[in-house]
């Protein structure tokens, strides 16, 4: 055996290490699924559950959701087979007395006496085709709901577990868990589970991305006028119709039904993404709403019945909902889409509706007609003479109440003087509809440009009926809905489909981690800002990109306050802390009523609180400063919060706060630096340790919505000083989103003089109020006459700013010249090719 | 849709379309393959080996690695000859391997399959008019594959989410336990001949029963 010598030796150390065996070999600890929530198939979906099942369970508890739904189900069979019954197996005549029943033992005539026999009643039923196609339709509504119940039921219990095991809540936390909360730790479990496998982390963005993708596309379709909701019918003027068969239709159209925009829920079909062919995917689109349109026609009655039966099934959970429902109005469909800002969650939109519903019915009942006063009185007059006769002959002797109809007229004259006095107004009532559109604006935080000012106009009072409509014209809407849907599917929407093309192909961003968004949802003020809106300088878009009315600006301050934890990137960071220095500044400097500036509109915030204060008749003194009033304001607790006073210990309490919030171990230094911030501590550490934290949540959100509010009237404050100097130079009433959605004008891009910047008022109101004149002197004078008019409620220096203001006069002067010149667009065909796909790869965290 | 997805496109001659589709599944596979579980008590396990092979290819001027496992082999022709055959001469196809996860869910409802990471391979075929075409095409087809193979690796080796290593109990909810040598992650393959617009009607019917049932 030859020995050769070559590099290859054994290594003797490792062999007599380990020798070769079973045992020895390496060994592996799976780490298991320990959780089943990690990678979740559905963010979307799941995240929806969440958030509803966090709203609905809050304080209501598992239990009583169980048992309200099965009482409902029980509640509809009951309504369905009682009105059958009394429609078909009662004898009236025998009710009525008309036909006497021969009894042999007594002369009384009992109920079942009135009942008709079992087979005669099933046989009046058998011959009613209507009743049978009634039955029919609510046997089948009555099993989706069951279905619907036992789903419902197993994802609470998925949620539930969810709660419990992967948020590690106990069970005594569970029914007082907010959002935030839930929010925050579902961002934290992210980190450890991945139940989004595309990144390491989630933002709170991207939770209200998944939750809110559709809803976003639809608020800025609203935002950009680009649905057929407002229509102008010769009798009735400019109209808006926007119903849930509508909007169900729609979302049928453009998210999920067949041959729909969207792939699946998360990503738009590809070649909507591109700009080529987009006559043909026009057209496409229109044929499959004439489609849509034919079959709604076609269902027409099955969805009548069914819609009342759903308005009945829906009532009871409204009024469960949301408390301001139960008055006479409501806030509308379409009110809802205007006023909601993107990423917002249900239930912070109906929170924030519900705080100014009060304000908004004492805004709308401030117009009461005079005529209708005086006839109304004299009608009351009388009735009620009437009814004070038949109330003393009764009283005197109760024969009276057997003598036939007397009973039923007292009622209804009781009735007609309860409907009369609803058209008496107080007589304690001031009429300042300024003062209450601005509290109104605080919680609803939209309104369009040519309100301010107007308040007291009959056509403000009209647009804003649009938003907040009776509920009989709700209703009203609702059920002739099925017959007007496919008349505006047909004649109005199928008009739109090429603009409805481009809107999804413009206006659709590609997020990692969440896929296919709306990018006005991104709330980029250089994208989308509004120049008008304080974002001048720092944004980029096209009058066809930018957001109307502010809703960029005003989204993403909502966000950035209920959300404090999230990171916003760069620019956008200076933007908010920029605005919210600026607010700071002014509430808490030193607000002298006649200290004056022109560049700057100081004491704007002194102007905007005293206005709703002196409403909701918060004392304030002379000349003290603003943080003396805090520190006494706040010592009432939270109706003085609601009521926009303590504003800088608010501001100055939350800042410690978030700050707070985002350190770790947050709840016990949030505890600590409310009582070092003195004014409220008292209000919060009074708790026992366990309401601790929910407590300090509860205070957080108050104090969020405060602020927002603040920031809400500085804007809209900060937008109308600003666009009146510049209105009055050039006013361009755009009427139409048809003139400049198309394709993008490019003069206004060139032109870099600022003063020849457009300001297009309201898209989504158009202009109808003011001639031109009258336009002119309103836009610059009508301030000074209406505070002038209500000068009570008013502080000086809200008129010394607003007077002192220099606004040039005549600006409608120019009115002519700008509008036709603004008209001409690129043409349409031409700009085809060269249009980019405009789908941006937003790679990084999301913008 | 929670998952990844990592799109490939080649454009090969039609006799290449089995090699070149084995080449990048195998490859995948490969990285996406582990020796056999061997679970012992107090819940540990160890892993089996798995030995490669290497393959060169008739029609292309290429050489790939594949899990010599004869078992995960003839899945995989099986599945590509399929698609071969639907493929016409000269059009486009797509075949996708899907990586999935079950999850056990309760008595009246099917087993959900959660996919984690699909990778889509885009084929255009093309005609060659004569044979000089043709030995251009070997190489670069070989070039183009070389990169593309670089190409997954690259996405393999990012440090992204994979299931986690389950327990006896679940292996069977993450790895495909039924070959013998091997074990590779569930997978799935599908294809696609041409992209047939419009949502199907299955996923319509799904949405709208979620939709009518939804909260």
Known sequence: MAHFDTEYQRLEASYSDSPPGEENLLMHVPEGAKSQWHHIENLDLFFQRISFCTYVLYKNGFTCMLLGEIFELVQLLFVVGFTVFLANCVDYDILFANKFVNHTDSSKVTLPDAFLPVDVCSARIRENAFVIFVLIISGVFWLHRLVKFIYNVCCYWEIRSFYINALKMTMSELPYATWQEVQARIVEIQKEHQICIHKKELTELDIYHRILRFKNYMVAMVNKSLLPVRFRLPGLGESVFYTRGLKYNFELIFFWGPGSLFENEWSLKSEYKRGGNRLELADKLASRILWIGIANLLLCPVILVWQILYAFFSYTEVIKREPGSLGARCWSLYGRCYLRHFNELDHELMSRLSKGYKPASKYMNCFLSPLLTVVAKNVAFFAGSLLAVLIALTIYDEDVLSVEHVLSSITLLGVCITVCRSFIPDKHMVFCPEQLLRVILAHIHYMPDHWQGNAHRYETRDQFSQLFQYKAVFILEELISPVVTPIILIFCLRRKSLEIIDFFRNFTVEVIGVGDTCSFAQMDIRQHGHPAWMSAGKTEASIYQQAEDGKTELSLMHFAITNPQWQPPQETTHFISQLKERVHREATSDTHPLSLSESEPRSLIANLLVGPSTLTSIHFGGDSSLTNHAAAGSSDGASALRSLSPISSSLHLRGSLSAAHRAPGHTSTMSKAMAGSGTDARTVSSGSSVWEGQLTSLVLSEYASTEMSIHALYMHELHKQQSRGELSRHTWHRQDSDESSDSIPDEVRSEPNPHSRHFPRSHTFPTTVPSPSEGASSHSSSQQRYSGSTTDSFSAGGQVVRSARGVPMGGWAEDGQAAPRHHDTLPEESSEDDMPPHIHKVNAVCV | ?215
């Not at chain 2, 003839?74 to 079950?102: C, H, N, P, T, W």
């Open chain 2, 1 to 215: 849709m929670n998952c990844r997805s990592e799109v490939l496109e080649v454009t090969v001659e039609a006799r290449q379309v089995e090699e070149a589709m084995l080449a990048l599944l195998h490859t995948i596979l490969l990285h996406r393959s582990s020796g056999k579980f061997h679970y012992k008590k107090e819940g540990t396990y160890s892993i089996g080996t798995v030995g490669t092979l290497d393959i060169d290819c008739d029609f292309i001027d290429f050489t790939f690695v594949r899990v010599s496992s004869e078992e995960l082999d003839r899945v995989i022709r099986k599945a590509v000859s399929e698609f071969k055959d639907a493929l016409s001469s000269d059009g486009m196809g797509q075949i996708s391997l899907e990586f999935y996860q079950k999850k056990k869910s309760r008595w009246p409802f099917s087993d959900e399959c959660i996919p984690w990471e699909v990778w889509s391979i885009k084929v255009n075929v093309v005609n060659l008019a004569n044979e000089q075409e043709r030995q251009i095409c070997r190489e670069k087809v070989g070039e183009k594959l070389g990169e593309k193979v670089i190409n997954v690796v690259e996405v393999i080796n990012r440090h992204e989410y994979l299931p986690k290593m389950p327990t006896q109990s679940d292996v069977d909810n993450v790895f495909d336990t039924s070959l013998k040598d091997v074990q590779p992650y569930l997978y799935k393959i599908t294809y696609q001949i041409t992209d047939s617009l419009g949502t199907s009607v299955s996923t319509t019917m799904r949405r709208l029963i979620k939709d009518t049932l939804a909260l």
